[in-house]
C-alpha cells in the first residue's frame, strides 16, 4: 500500500484552470502507475487519466481530452493533473490512485479494478461554478 495525498482543489469559474498535486510520502511514485478518478455528486466514480510507470505513457477518459494534462515531477516525488478550461460538469471530488501492476492505465475505464488493487488517496474537492 501506498499512502497518496492530494491537494489543490478548489472553487474556480468556468474556463478557469487548477493544478492537482498527488504525493506520496515514504514511497517512490516513479515505481507506480498513477491514476486520476473523480466522483461527482449522484455519479459513479470515473477514470479521469493515468500516468505509467514505465515509459510514462499517458491515457485520458473522453471527457476531458484535450483539456487536462497528467504530469510527473520525479524530484518532488509528485504527479500533477493540470486541468483547463474547466466546466460545471468537471465538479467532483478528485482521487489520486497507484498501482504497481504491469500496465494498469489501460483499465483506467475500469474503476473497481483500481479499486480493489489500487492505493488511494483522501481526495480533493473541485467545484466549477459562477
Known amino acids: 500500500q501506498v499512502q497518496l495525498v492530494e491537494s489543490g482543489g478548489g472553487l474556480v469559474q468556468p474556463g478557469g484552470s487548477l493544478r492537482l498535486s498527488c504525493a506520496a510520502p515514504?514511497?517512490?511514485?516513479?515505481?507506480?502507475?498513477v491514476a486520476w478518478f473523480r466522483e461527482a455528486p449522484g455519479k459513479e466514480r470515473e477514470g479521469v487519466s493515468c500516468?505509467?510507470?514505465?515509459?510514462?505513457?499517458?491515457y485520458y477518459g473522453d471527457s476531458v481530452k484535450g483539456r487536462f494534462t497528467i504530469s510527473r515531477d520525479s524530484a518532488k516525488n509528485t504527479v500533477y493533473l493540470q486541468m483547463t478550461n474547466l466546466n460545471p460538469e468537471d465538479t467532483a471530488v478528485y482521487f489520486c490512485?497507484?498501482?504497481?501492476?504491469?500496465?494498469?492505465?489501460?483499465?483506467?475505464?475500469?474503476?473497481?479494478?483500481?479499486?480493489?488493487?489500487?492505493?488511494w488517496g483522501r481526495g480533493t474537492p473541485v467545484t466549477v461554478s459562477s
Open positions: 490512485t497507484a498501482m504497481g501492476a504491469p500496465s494498469p492505465c489501460a483499465y483506467l475505464g475500469n474503476t473497481y479494478y483500481w479499486i480493489d488493487f489500487g492505493s
Open positions: 500516468i505509467s510507470s514505465s515509459d510514462t505513457s499517458t
Open positions: 515514504g514511497s517512490t511514485l516513479d515505481y507506480y502507475a
